[in-house]
């Protein structure tokens, strides 16, 4: 059974930085993209970052520079290092692991941006 576990969420005051992570676990077979998703209260789930088996990055227009997304692995993990959070990044995040066929998400980690 697949499943994703975020964690690395929190309150941050504006300016400051997070980084979240995302651990994997069950077999995931094929070529796959990881990828990361918030969804702000009211509003619908939107991308932030993805990053395919190729190393090829895809980022949001409004956490580009800011955001970096990357994966270890070794370890099963894809992470979100987030810097220069503005309030407008708070959201819940969601780790999301898609194949050709499937997308597993994760439970979503809370994160807070404000002073």
């Known amino acids: 059974q697949v499943q994703l576990v975020e964690s690395g969420g929190g309150l941050v005051q504006p300016g400051g930085s997070l980084r979240l992570s995302c651990t994997t676990s069950?077999?995931?077979?094929?070529?796959?993209?990881m990828a990361w998703y918030r969804q702000a209260p009211g509003k619908q789930r939107d991308l932030v970052a993805a990053l395919t088996s190729g190393g090829i990055t895809n980022y949001a227009d409004s956490v580009k520079g800011r955001f970096t997304i990357s994966r270890d692995n070794a370890k099963n993990t894809v992470y979100l290092q987030m810097n220069s959070l503005k309030p407008e990044d708070t959201a819940v995040y969601y780790c999301?692991?898609?194949?050709?066929?499937?997308?597993?998400w994760g439970q979503g980690t809370q994160v807070t941006v404000s002073s």
């Open positions: 999301n692991i898609r194949t050709g066929r499937n997308s597993y």
């Open positions: 069950g077999g995931i077979f094929g070529i796959y993209t």
